[in-house]
């Protein structure tokens, strides 16, 4: 038997020592390392050390069994014969794997063992697909598309992309500050609910029971031009929403429906 071939039984690489010795330790490991069928076990009963006398060969300086300590290749080594007999005491289906992978070996099927290269990380996909997605949603800029694809990552894979950017938040695409209904209320006296009723009233939004972008109101075509979403954190929950803001030219617009104050009598 050559030196220059590797077993792999179960996705586990079998060691090799000089003389072509399989490392039943990582047989073993490969079984699921159950603590009660370790290779000492094994050779300790006396159907394993007839096996083992039959196989030595007197003429032959190789022992079909070696143990080695200490060192990267600490174990307990054993020919093909004792891999198999050895697979065959932990287990008939474990017995079937091992036959399997020496067979296939033989065969020249496995090729050798190769350090894996490492796979990309899924978050990148991910990313890329949610944002697609992202892409199809209404009255949705593309700053926020990329909040919210990245927000969907980190849910999917525990991995912000944008943080690895180190681009914790993303500019506004305009230089407006908007305003939430109720710091325009504060300008022209009204109440916040007051004001979104206002602005259904005069078309500019519309009051949604589901929304794509986790907010209560969407802007109508006419409200489109002075209203953006913006990403804000729930109450009282994880994660964040989206918010639906105005320009600050909404304060112009709707402070004729303010209601005057009563001249006092």
């Not at 070696?66 to 020919?79: D, L």
């Not at 009233?201 to 972008?213: D, E, F, I, L, R």
């Amino acid at each position: 038997m050559t030196n220059n071939t590797s077993l792999t039984i179960l996705s586990t690489a079998i060691r090799q020592d000089a003389q072509g010795r399989y490392c039943l330790n990582d047989c073993h490991k490969a079984s699921g390392g159950e603590p009660g069928k370790r290779p000492g076990e094994w050779l300790r009963n006396d159907q394993a050390q007839a096996l083992v006398a039959e196989l030595t060969d007197a003429e032959n300086s190789a022992s079909p069994v070696s143990s080695v300590k200490g060192g990267s290749n600490q174990g307990t080594y054993g020919s093909e014969e004792l891999v198999l007999a050895y697979a065959q005491w932990i287990s008939p289906a474990f017995h079937v794997q091992c036959l399997r992978a020496l067979l296939s070996l033989m065969k020249g099927e496995i090729p050798s063992v190769r350090a894996k290269r490492p796979r990309k990380p899924a978050f990148d996909v991910a990313y890329r697909r949610l944002l697609s997605v992202a892409s199809t949603l209404p009255n949705v800029d593309e700053n926020q598309r990329c909040l919210m694809a990245a927000r969907g990552t980190h849910e999917l894979t525990g991995i912000n992309p944008l943080e690895l950017l180190g681009a914790t938040s993303i500019a506004a695409p305009k230089a407006e500050n908007y305003l939430t209904p109720t710091q325009i209320g504060e300008e022209i006296g009204m109440s916040a609910r007051a004001v979104n009723v206002t602005l259904i009233q005069q078309g500019y939004q519309v009051k949604v029971t589901s929304s794509a972008v986790g907010s209560d109101y969407e802007p109508t075509e006419k409200g489109k031009d002075v209203s953006r979403f913006f990403d804000t954190t729930r109450r009282h929950g994880k994660g964040s929403q989206q918010q639906l803001k105005w320009s600050p030219r909404m304060v112009a617009i709707l402070r004729p429906f303010a209601k005057k104050p009563e001249p006092a009598s």
